[in-house]
């Protein structure tokens, strides 16, 4: 008999090791041929395609979710512990031979996506829902950094002027010297602006998507977090894009087909009905409410101008923090910056007051992240403990979307916490009297701020409040299941790296 | 790269009142061989995979284990403990606990002699060489013998 097992267990250094030795000399003290794929932190010998395909049954001993796991799509399939493999290798290995036996598997199982195995047992919904947003957080991190800091640097060298550079980057490009400081600047906030534009939605939802229906829940995934930006929806529409994509995928994958069709199901028969039925659900059905809310929010903010400054502040600040970046948020820095432009022209500083909130309070959620992470590293995983430290930059460059892997990770503990900061921000900014003439730039045009000591210490405490909420929510009401799942991520994550 | 074992990270009679203390104990050796830069950072790491799942096997072994940048190469500290310490195992208390270490990040290059030391603690004849050793330089050498990257 032909065998093939990966082995898998979280830390990736031990568990895995012992299963794949128990399981090779089982299978060999049985007579059998078997090789085994160790996905472990040493290093995984891959199985090669004529290896699977020759084999007769497949164990899969792991403790966290296979990779490429639908390579065995169609083979009889033992799946147990990785401790289980270790203490009674022997065992494993009979069922196995026993199942091969039996013939061909006639369950449809294309792929097995619920991650069962990664989650202790008897953990909720919630806890579920929690792993797959860490997945696709996971999978974002990259992209923020990577994104945040060119746009950060950007206005590091270049000012905050250097966003001029997208308005005709053809014309930018064929003009660029290599010797021009200016020219790397803008070359670096173009980058960093596709980045954010063009991938943290869809990198967000898709990978959302693929923890919960494997690949083919990418397709769906990714054109829900497209779809997401075309209607102004931001992250948290990703969030919801992404999830019900990865449900869409799963509920196809679990019609019973065929078996001549079951072999494209993966490859095309998901990935085209789900795409379809998703991007149906968030282009026409989400699209709507979420444009009639934006018009909504826009003429209320209008309304407001006249009164309180302060609760006005107090609102900005509310609306900057809550979806970063999202249509909320979009319709609080648009009335800034369309301010801005009509302050121009007139002696009025309200508008150059309101610009002033809205950056302090943009700034606020990265800054107060990277702090919670830094005064209780043991409340985050390991990936948002590596975020922190970008966010401390992005934070102080006013790219409030450092927030979002935190926010998109822990949604319900974060988003208040970050919320209340950012108000206790706008309203002191507005207090305070503040100006600001220049649309974004954060510390980098802080010398353009009126009275800037006060601006900063507006900042510091929004950012030390939201910080010190988003620490007791954590702490409070964090459960086991949930730290598990964060050390698994991390082992996942850091063991493949 | 240094030996994965050395005399000092042997405790052949090791005695604790529970897994914690055991490990607590083992990783000391790690820290005063100069491997671990951050006991307390170290035992949080191993604390946390720990609770996960329990790390004791059947057939008397304890393997708490974790990647942690507070150790600075692979390490194993092995503590040997006739009484038996717990370590969740359905079969009864472990009687080899090794304690293993492993640097956070980096390549995987350097974690292959953990893999290889892992792929030995299933023999029967290693466990049993582990259980007979008189002094800590059989252990070493042992270690040295057995424990070969393929």
């Known amino acids: ?497 | 790269m240094s030996d994965l074992i050395t005399t000092a990270l042997v405790d052949l009679d090791l005695s604790a009142a529970d897994k914690d203390a055991a490990t607590r104990r083992l990783a000391e050796l790690v820290h005063a061989e100069g491997r671990c830069t951050d006991l307390d950072v170290f035992l949080a790491d191993v604390q946390a995979r720990e609770q996960q799942m329990p790390t004791g096997l059947e057939g008397g072994i304890g393997i708490p284990h974790a990647r942690s940048k507070s150790v600075t190469e692979p390490t194993v500290a092995f503590g040997r403990a006739p009484a038996g310490i717990d370590f969740g195992a359905s079969d009864g208390p472990a009687h080899l606990i090794f304690l293993i270490a492993a640097p956070d990040g980096g390549g995987d290059a350097h974690l292959q002699v953990l893999a290889a030391l892992a792929r030995r603690l299933v023999h029967a004849s290693f466990k049993e060489a582990l259980m007979n050793a008189n002094d800590a330089s059989d252990v070493v050498d042992l270690f040295k013998r057995e424990v070969v990257v393929k």
């Open chain 1, 1 to 497: 008999m032909k065998i093939v097992a990966v082995t898998s267990c979280p830390t990736g250094i031990a568990h895995t090791y012992m299963a794949a030795e128990a399981l090779e000399e089982a299978g060999r003290a049985g007579g059998h041929e078997i090789d085994v794929e160790t996905q472990g932190a040493a290093g995984a010998a891959t199985l090669a395609d004529e290896v699977i395909g020759a084999a007769d049954v497949v164990i899969l001993a792991a403790d966290v979710e296979v990779r490429n796991r639908e390579r065995f799509a169609g083979k009889p399939t033992v799946t147990v512990s990785v401790k289980r493999a270790i203490n009674d290798a022997v065992g494993v290995v009979a069922e196995a031979v026993r199942l091969a036996a039996a013939g061909p598997s006639d369950r449809p199982e294309v792929i097995r996506t619920e991650p069962a195995a990664k989650l202790p047992a008897g953990a909720g919904t919630g806890t579920q829902v929690r792993g797959w947003l860490m997945t696709g957080v996971s999978y974002l991190i990259p992209f923020v950094a990577a994104g945040g800091i060119l746009i950060a640097l950007s206005f590091m060298i270049g000012g905050y002027e250097i966003v001029g550079v997208k308005a005709d980057i053809p014309g930018f490009l064929d003009s660029f010297s290599v010797f021009s400081g200016h020219d790397w600047a803008g070359l670096m906030f173009i980058l960093g602006d596709g980045i954010f534009g063009t991938f943290l939605l869809p990198v967000l939802a898709g990978f959302i998507a693929y923890a919960i229906a494997d690949r083919p829940g990418l397709a769906p995934g990714f054109v829900a977090g497209w779809a997401a930006g075309v209607i102004g929806a931001g992250f948290l529409g990703a969030i919801v894009g992404g999830l019900t994509g990865g449900l869409i995928a799963l509920a196809i994958a679990r019609i019973k087909v065929p078996s001549a069709v079951r072999g494209v199901m993966p490859v095309v028969v998901i990935p085209l009905f789900a795409s379809l039925i998703n991007g149906f659900l968030m282009l026409v059905v989400v699209g709507k409410p979420i444009a009639t809310v934006t018009d909504g929010l826009n003429n209320w903010l209008s309304s407001l101008a006249g009164g309180s400054l302060i609760l006005l502040g107090i609102i900005l600040g509310l609306m900057m923090a809550f979806d970063m970046g999202g249509p909320v948020n979009k319709v609080a820095y648009a009335f800034a910056v369309t301010g801005l432009a009509e302050a121009a022209t007139s002696a009025s500083s309200t508008q150059l007051q309101v610009m002033a909130t809205v950056m302090a309070a943009g700034m606020v959620p990265p800054l107060a992240l990277a702090l919670a992470t830094v005064v209780r590293p043991g409340l985050f995983s390991r990936a948002e403990r590596e975020n922190g430290k970008a966010a401390w930059l992005l934070g102080a460059s006013f790219i409030t979307e450092g927030a979002i892997p935190f926010a998109a990770g822990d949604p319900l503990r974060v988003i208040p916490s970050i919320m209340a900061g950012s108000a206790l921000t706008g309203g002191l900014v507005m207090a305070f009297g503040n100006e600001l003439r220049a649309p974004h730039g954060g510390v980098w045009v802080f010398g353009l701020v009126t009275d800037w000591p006060l601006y900063v210490v507006a900042v510091a405490a929004g950012t030390a409040l939201a910080a010190a909420l988003v620490i007791l929510l954590k702490a409070g009401t964090r459960s086991k299941d949930e730290a598990v799942l964060e050390a698994q991520e991390d082992a996942q994550l850091f063991a493949t790296a």
